[in-house]
C-alpha cells in the first residue's frame, strides 16, 4: 500500500472520529489539502458522504449548491453534529423550532440539508437580494423587515461577507 494511501485512509479515520465528537467542528488534515478536488461547484470541502448530500439535496430543490456548501461552511464547517451556542445543530444549523417546523430531524445530514435549503428558499421568495435572504438565514427575517435590509449586526456582515467570499473563489 502506498504512503499516499496509508495517508487519505488516516484523514478519513480521523474525520470519521471528530464528526461524533461533541461540540468540534470536523477540520481537514492539513496533509489532505492537495487532496481536495475541484468541481463546477467549487472545491470538495467536506467528506464525500457529506458531498452527495449536499449534491442531492441542492438538485433536487433546484438551488446552487455551490451556495449550500458555503453555508454550510459557515455554519458548521461541514460538521453533521455541530451545535451552537444558541442550540442551532446540524450541518446547516436550524434551530430546534425551525426544524421541527420543517419536519426534519437537524441531526441527520439528509433532512437537515433538506431543511435548510428549504427554509432558504422561503427567505428567498420574502426577500429580493442575496444578502438580505443570508442575512434572514442567519439573524431571523424579523431582524431584515426591521432593518429594511441586511440588520447592522456584526455577526450577520462578517457571515454575508463569509458566503459571498466562498463564492468568489469559486468562480474564479
Do not use: C
Not at 427554509?119 to 427575517?141: E, I, T
Amino acid at each position: 500500500m502506498s504512503l499516499e494511501r496509508i495517508t487519505e485512509i488516516h484523514n478519513h479515520i480521523g474525520d470519521i472520529i471528530r464528526r461524533f465528537e461533541p461540540g468540534t467542528e470536523a477540520k481537514p488534515a492539513a496533509s489532505a489539502a492537495p487532496a481536495q478536488t475541484q468541481s463546477p461547484a467549487g472545491p470538495r470541502l467536506f467528506d464525500r458522504e457529506i458531498e452527495e448530500v449536499i449534491r442531492e439535496q441542492a438538485a433536487r430543490h433546484g438551488v446552487s449548491e455551490r451556495l449550500v456548501k458555503a453555508v454550510v461552511q459557515a455554519e458548521s464547517g461541514g460538521n453533521p453534529r455541530a451545535v451552537s451556542p444558541a442550540g442551532a445543530v446540524g450541518l446547516m444549523q436550524l434551530m430546534p423550532g425551525t426544524a421541527k417546523t420543517l419536519g426534519v430531524d437537524p441531526y441527520n445530514p439528509e433532512q437537515n440539508v433538506d431543511g435548510g435549503i428549504r427554509y432558504l428558499k422561503d427567505m428567498a421568495r420574502q426577500f429580493g437580494s442575496l444578502d438580505d435572504v443570508l442575512a434572514a438565514y442567519n439573524a431571523g427575517p424579523g431582524a431584515v423587515q426591521r432593518h429594511g435590509g441586511v440588520p447592522p449586526y456584526k455577526e450577520t456582515q462578517d457571515y454575508i461577507n463569509k458566503i459571498r467570499r466562498s463564492l468568489s473563489q469559486w468562480d474564479a
